[in-house]
């Protein structure tokens, strides 16, 4: 049985979700369809990419995902369809792959071309269903386009690193529900260049010199009000092993997640300094 899923910037408000959902189960009655989300921030590549990347190795291998960001069909933002970890990729060649591909290179690409016989001001209907539906039948990639080996390249979505300096400086790609930050440095990329050593993370004006690998281990569990705890900022790597900043046990409607409290923001600078001997004094850590 088909699983198709859905990533969009659609929202719940509108039709299109629901138009969307309507047509695969009209060419594909037994298609099992999963919402990834439609909350994306209108036309955010970079939000996209990580919430796909992390979310699609839950999913069974034959898998289709359907990336409906910034799809309308340019000379600069062409339609692709990718194999990719053994699962399939119908989505816009406007550098929402690059994050999976940063890692895993793709079986086939393949640059639909169906384009000459749909006319269409929403591809994710007229286009990347009808595609999704054909792959999920049995159909192959070479029947839907041209292969290319070729696909556009998110600069940003990739930390820069000076090793001379022992510095990496990466950016905020992503803030989840809570408030809390993420960024595009990796654990794998931070222990490469590390090596066990100390190391100093700067976000703005705040510190931090360790990086736990859960949100509780920033508490003390022997303190006599282990609620003090609470609105603590703390550093991590997270379930998709990326650095990020967050607020412990953060309300946003009270207490404020990391964006709002320490003033994060999408693209935000946050660098990760390594040192041969401890951190330095003139090193302030929060």
Do not use: W
């Not at 400086?169 to 090596?195: A, H, P, R, T, W």
């Not at 953060?250 to 390594?274: H, K, P, W």
């Amino acid at each position: 049985m088909a699983l198709i899923t859905l990533t969009t910037d659609f929202g719940t408000k509108d039709h299109f979700a629901g138009t969307v959902k309507g047509a695969i189960y009209t060419e594909l009655p037994e298609a099992k369809i999963v919402d990834i989300t439609h909350e994306i921030s209108p036309f955010n590549i970079t939000e996209t990419a990580y919430i796909v990347k992390n979310a699609y190795k839950s999913f069974p291998k034959g898998s289709i995902h359907i990336i409906g960001v910034d799809s309308e069909l340019s000379v600069q933002n062409k339609h692709l369809a990718i194999l990719l970890d053994e699962h399939y990729f119908v989505c816009p060649d406007n550098g929402v792959i690059s994050m999976i591909a940063s890692e895993i290179n793709p079986t086939k690409i393949v640059e639909i071309n169906i384009h000459n016989h749909v006319e269409s001001s929403f591809p994710v209907l007229d286009v990347f269903v009808k595609i999704a539906c054909f792959i999920a039948n049995g159909g192959k990639l070479d029947v839907i386009g041209k292969e290319t080996s070729s696909y556009k390249k998110l600069i940003e979505i990739q930390p820069k690193v000076n090793q001379a300096k022992n510095i990496i400086k990466g950016g905020i790609i992503y803030i989840d529900n809570y408030g809390n930050v993420i960024s595009n440095i990796s654990k794998k990329l931070f222990n490469e260049i590390g090596k066990d050593r100390a190391f100093s993370i700067t976000a703005r004006r705040y510190t931090f010199s360790n990086v736990y690998a859960q949100y509780n281990e920033v508490v003390n569990y022997d303190a006599d009000d282990i609620g003090l705890y609470d609105g603590k900022k703390l550093a991590l790597f997270n379930s998709a092993n990326f650095l990020e900043i967050a607020i412990y046990r953060s309300n946003l409607q009270t207490v404020g997640g990391a964006s709002t409290l320490l003033g994060l923001n999408y693209r935000d600078t946050i660098t990760v300094e390594f040192f041969d001997e401890d951190v330095p004094d003139f090193v302030t850590v929060n």
